[in-house]
């Protein structure tokens, strides 16, 4: 692979392609956000609050402008080391001792910061409510370093530094294989560390390393032996691979595809410098030597910038995929929404209707007991009484139907009764209506619906503006 040029710490892919990819990212969150009017801005109506409306209630789920990365390996395999030299700044702590124990997020931002367990919850919503924020001991081993770099695609994406991985009586101060491959589930591209020296094949490694084979995150794993240039002779490093692929060969379920390249970390030792005695000159002199020797050493730390390039531009697709996915969601959502608006209402009237019927026949029913219980007091009052109402034909009728009356009056009045409890509850049971637009709700779902479509229509512009970036990059 020839090398690439780098100014700035890009390269002129990275230079040509990050604004654009910057921008279409930046731009899918803000539709999520505010939509088409500036962030912040009063009437601001993203597709996060119209998804979250009571009117519509959907499940939505915004997509992060940046890409996680998380490096796995055992302990001094380069890990914080590869870090630093991507963002161009010593953020992470490297050495023989066994710096990192927990996991440290690395994030760019406008100020250079650090934060620790509940701020990185905070900082990182993905973390909250999942399985690996709940695992013991984990709050109090996250931290976040925000730095200002902008060196490669930094600024796109976020870097998840994991302990290394040792044998022996080592304590985490947690689930270490229990946290990256729950971890594992939040990430873009896992990529693999073995130092060639040391504890290349420890067997927490090859632990990880098969559950995460295991799991569905295969496709995002890359595998990579770095510090090439510690094994300086030939040989020996075909050795380490071979020990390497050996060891990897029955955890791993992608075995036809599987590759190691190999890589180390550009070093600026050059020395201009004078020498003003043969010490100084035999110095420089295994210096160049030294050189020499890592120039023929393969060195592939392109194609790990590759990898996270490559992940970058396919987030950036997946995203504009799920706009528009969410957009047809949303969309049809509301057109469900109105037509179930529409049932609703249409159930709600004959509800009413058959409702209003059965009151009025407890209505009735009622009228008809309180009727028969003055048929049973009526003789009685016109005896004790000379009231004109006991004169008319209906009263003496019902005077002379007192005896049978009197006999079934228990009987009558109990029927009655059951039917009037059977009319009213039946009335209370139909009568529950089910709740409806408003005039108001209406226009109000309309709305949601325009402003979806248009957002829909940004997704086309999108598209153009990255891929206008990759054509002009080819040509």
């Known amino acids: 692979m020839g090398k690439v040029q780098r100014k700035n710490g890009k390269t002129s892919v990275e230079e040509a392609l ?4 910057e921008k279409v990212l930046k731009q899918i969150t803000q539709l999520y956000d505010s939509g088409l009017a500036d962030p912040g801005s009063q009437g601001a109506l993203g597709l996060n609050e119209i998804a979250a409306s009571p009117l519509l209630n959907c499940q939505l789920k915004k997509p992060r402008k940046k890409i996680t990365v998380m490096i796995v390996g055992n302990h001094s395999a380069g890990k914080s080391s590869f870090i630093n030299w991507y963002i161009g700044e010593g953020i992470q702590k490297t050495g023989v001792a066994i710096e990192t124990r927990g996991f440290t997020f690395v994030t760019s931002g406008k100020k250079r910061e650090t934060l620790t367990g ?3 919850e905070h900082y990182f919503d993905f973390l909250k409510d999942n399985k690996f924020g709940s695992i013991d001991g984990m709050k109090s081993n996250l931290f976040t370093e925000i730095s200002t770099s902008t060196d490669k695609n930094f600024i796109c994406t976020d870097f998840v530094d994991t302990p290394g991985l040792v044998d022996g009586d080592m304590q985490y101060p947690f689930d270490v294989q229990d946290a990256i491959v729950q971890m594992a589930e939040h990430v873009d591209l896992i990529l693999i ?9 420890c067997k927490r490694t090859m632990q990880v390393v098969e559950r995460l084979n295991n799991s569905e995150h295969l496709e995002k794993i890359y595998y990579f032996m770095s510090k090439a240039d510690a094994v300086e002779k030939e040989h020996d490093r075909q050795r380490v691979l071979i020990q390497i692929t050996q060891n990897l060969a029955t955890r791993i379920r992608n075995s036809h595809a599987f590759a190691l390249p190999t890589f180390y970390l550009p070093r600026d030792d050059v020395d201009d410098k004078i020498p003003n005695s043969i010490e100084e000159v035999c110095q ?17 730390i392109e194609e790990v910038c590759q990898q996270i390039d490559k992940s970058i531009n396919m987030t950036v697709q997946k995203n504009m995929r799920k706009l528009k996915m969410d957009c047809e969601m949303i969309t049809s959502s509301v057109d469900k929404a109105i037509l179930d608006d529409k049932a609703k209402k249409a159930d709600n ?3 009413s209707l058959r409702g209003s019927f059965y009151y009025m026949m407890s ?3 009622f009228l008809g007991m309180a009727l028969l219980v003055l048929a049973r007091i009526l003789p009685s009052v016109c005896q004790v009484t000379e009231h004109g109402l006991c004169d008319l034909a209906h009263a003496k009728l019902i005077i002379k139907l007192q005896p049978i009356l009197e006999e079934h009056f ?5 029927i009655m009764l059951v039917v009037f409890i059977i009319f009213l509850v039946s009335g209370k049971l139909v009568f529950k209506l089910a709740p409806v637009f408003t005039k108001k709700d209406l226009k109000k779902v309309g709305e949601y619906k325009l402003v979806v479509q248009k957002i829909a229509q940004e997704e086309s512009g999108l598209y153009e503006d990255f891929f206008k970036a990759h054509k002009h990059q080819e040509q």
Do not use: H, M, V, W
């Open 18 to 21: 990050s604004g654009a990819t």
């Open 349 to 351: 009237t004959q509800r």
């Open 363 to 365: 209505t009735i029913t």
């Open 193 to 201: 560390f073995f130092d060639p020296i040391g504890q290349a094949t």
């Open 410 to 414: 228990n009987l009558i009045g109990g």
């Open 118 to 120: 509940d701020a990185t």
């Open 284 to 300: 420089q002199i295994d210096k160049s030597a030294s050189r020499l020797i890592r120039y023929e050493i393969p060195n592939s």
